[in-house]
């Protein structure tokens, strides 16, 4: 689909320097652009490709002063990137996939909504209801009762287990599970263990994105719950009635454990860890591969190491540790002249 440069300033409110006929039909990094391309710039360092794109057109901020002749039309924004991952946006909508293929399963009790896109092999559970312009890529599965909101994407291959609750605008990548079993064994005087049946579900809040291969369990009784614009990355493990609340951002490989309770505005580093049953507080930041054994009370603390504690502390405690060798020298040194002086 072309697009002239004159019709993408009226949808960015942006002002045109150069040939406001020039069409466009891609999007593209800048340092790949080539004719007919549109691209943008938002970080400085890539300023000079201003000057050797190809790219018929650039995003640009509005103070962006060229300091040599650049062929390319330049649309000129109050944030270029902004400016930019809107058109992704309109990219992304004019591309969307359309209708239901074949073969798929529906199940004669689901509700579709209308705009539903179901791709080949998926499969749509009883009393399942999927809300307008949803989304369903290929193989993807979606148990009995699920309810999945409106203008969310589960991307191919994504399980959704019977009874859960995805809201609005969320977007499950592939590989996900959302609802699997928690962890939940109870020890026998055998040395045995015995399954603990996982009755509750999983709610996942609007806004919501979900990585690759995430896995979010199930509660026991009640609810494992994600609450409004929570990101999750790929590969982490959420464990049965961890409650994660708004606006929290969570990096690959973390792993959190059963019933703990996560403060709206956190940020938690790739390959943390937590311990079970703990309250961390809102604004809490976890540094990647940290331990956090212990409930934080306070907000806008900063944890590293494992156990995780104080970050400044960390830091200051990693110095000495990296001085004990020079220490240990030292002290035999002390303890070898006290020892001649008194032979």
């Not at 991307?155 to 009874?163: D, I, Q, S």
């Amino acid at each position: 689909m072309q697009i002239s440069i004159k019709q993408l300033a009226q949808l960015l409110n942006a002002e045109i320097e150069g040939n406001a006929e020039v069409l466009v039909s891609n999007l593209a990094k800048i340092e790949e652009a080539q004719s007919g391309d549109l691209s943008f710039i938002a970080n400085p360092r890539y300023l000079h490709f201003a000057y050797t794109t190809r790219a018929s057109a650039l995003v640009v901020n509005k103070d962006f002063t060229p300091e040599k002749p650049v062929v390319a039309t330049l649309l000129k924004v109050a944030d270029a990137y902004q400016s930019f991952a809107q058109l992704l946006e309109l990219y992304n909508q004019i591309n969307r996939p359309k209708g239901i293929e074949q073969p798929c399963f529906i199940h004669p009790a689901a509700v579709i909504g209308t705009g539903v896109y179901i791709g080949a092999f998926a499969y749509i559970g009883e009393n399942a209801v999927l809300g307008n312009n949803t989304l369903v890529y290929p193989q993807t599965y979606i148990g009995k009762g699920v309810q999945v909101g409106e203008n969310t994407i589960l991307y191919a291959g994504v399980k959704v287990y019977e009874g859960c609750i995805i809201g609005n605008n969320c977007i499950v990548h592939s590989g996900a599970v959302i609802g699997s079993d928690g962890f939940g064994f109870a020890p026998q005087p055998d040395g045995s263990y015995r399954k603990i049946p996982q009755t509750g579900i999983v709610t996942i809040a609007n806004d919501v994105e979900i990585g690759a291969n995430t896995c979010i369990d199930r509660a026991t009784l009640g609810t494992t719950a994600i609450l409004e614009g929570v990101k999750i990355d790929n590969l982490v493990q959420i464990a049965h009635n961890v409650q994660i609340d708004q606006s929290t951002v969570i990096a690959a490989q973390a792993g959190i454990s059963g019933s703990t309770k996560i403060g709206r505005y956190c940020m938690i580093g790739g390959q943390a860890g937590f311990t079970g049953h703990l309250t961390i507080a809102p604004k809490t930041k976890i540094n990647a591969q940290s331990g956090v054994t212990k409930s934080v009370d306070e907000e806008n603390r900063f944890l590293s190491g494992s156990p995780a504690f104080d970050y400044r502390n960390q830091m200051r405690a990693y110095v000495l540790f990296k001085q004990l060798p020079d220490l240990e020298t030292r002290l035999k040194n002390v303890e070898d002249q006290l020892r001649d002086k008194h032979s």
